[in-house]
């Protein structure tokens, strides 16, 4: 890369008022070599240093690839930023709302605080049975030898699992539904760096207006389900019902359009990351056969055939590894960003007030300073996890705004790799090549096939 824009020294301190990077072109600034393949270039731009300048349009961002900056920006100055300029696009907005992912301030604070009771881990345990359960139910299907396309599995799995945990139903037309058309509107969000995104968030286009007429009809749905819950004044355990008791400390509750941004945003934020970290740990463990074999292991010495349940949760240590080494390589959320609110300093530069500022969870966790041959799936490394810098492994984020259903995402795709591990194995479909696509989160592009195998314990 030798096209690179370095901003003037600030006279007073002598050092580089802004940091190296790609300058693109005189109008779209980077915007055609980040669409054109978007993890290699991010990757690339580590090249130019720890913190990299460029612009999209007009637009100017940071990124980030050291931890300490990571740390800096997510955890300990946290206040000088608030979510990116492309939540409040009217499109993501129209979905999403207020919703916890998107808000920010005062608003985000109180939601946060209302909502954390929900997210306890005994309460959260208490959905342990429910997931082993409907994974069991999904498997008495398989069949030994047959050909199946398991990122498929996982993200059905998780939808069915994110709508009886958050409404406690599972035969409602209506959940499905939801979960059906949700599905289709994140699509859009797949590359959000585009013209044809600009164009839709702000033209009415026919991309526009189909999207706008689903979200209306999501909304009556949840409107309605709201309602008849309010009406019916019970408890079922889910996660609606913990929303909808949630007080503040001045009595106050979430009005109806709240509760309504927070379903949508936990259903979207809470499944296909979920069912893609466990995708891409069948993936990696098809493809580790060593790696596989110590899974299979474990399982059939903790559990003995027994169906696993949270009290396993402590012992499943490998399987916990598997885990978090496949979100290492194949972070699902693989960037994170924000926005500057005020002028404020990252890794010795001046950040402009209303800088765009990223982290990439594809780049940092591949970063060879931090992990020993990174690309290598490696499941023990994580024996020795002090070794690894805090901020060099941030798959759920950090700091106030780190992922609020971390507990949940584990304890699900823990269970399910032991549900499933316990009777079957996965191997690769050799006429079939997996693919990286970063859409809303890391997917693979046309799946990952495999040709299911029983798995007979070990003894
Ligand atoms: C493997 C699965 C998951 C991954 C990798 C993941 C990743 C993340 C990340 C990186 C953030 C922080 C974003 C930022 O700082 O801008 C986040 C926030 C969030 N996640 Fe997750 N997540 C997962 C599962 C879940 C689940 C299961 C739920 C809910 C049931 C959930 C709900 C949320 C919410 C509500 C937030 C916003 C929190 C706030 O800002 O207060 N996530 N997630």
Known sequence: MNNAEAL????????????????GSLIMGVMREFNRDMLEFVTRCRDYGDVVHTRFLWIHAFFLYHPNDIESMLVTNAKSYHKPRSFRSPFFYRLAGNGLVTSDGEFWRR???????AFHRQRINAYGDVMVQYTQRAMAAWKHGEH???ARDMAR????????????SDVSQDADHVGATLSELVKPFASQATLKWILDNRLPTPGHRKYFNEVAEIDRIIFRIIAERRASGYDQGDLLSMLLEAQDEDGTQMNDKQLRDEVITLFVAGHETTALSLAWSWYLLATHPQAEQKFHRELDEVLAGRTPNVSDLPKLKYTEMVAKEAMRLYPPAYAVGREAIEETEIGGFRVPKGTQLFAFQWVTHRDPRYFDEPEAFKPQRWENAEQIPKFAYFPFGAGPRQCIGNYFAMMEIILLLAT?????RFSLDPSHKVEVLPALSLRPKNGIKVIVESHKAQS
């Open 420 to 424: 499933i591990g316990q009777r079957f």
């Open 157 to 168: 799995l998780a939808l069915e699992i994110v709508v009886k945990t958050l409404f406690n």
């Open 111 to 117: 939601q946060r605080r209302l909502a954390q009771p």
């Open 8 to 23: 003037p020294a600030n006279k007073q301190t002598g050092r580089a008022a802004a940091p190296r990077g790609p300058k």
């Open 148 to 150: 199946r396309d398991v």
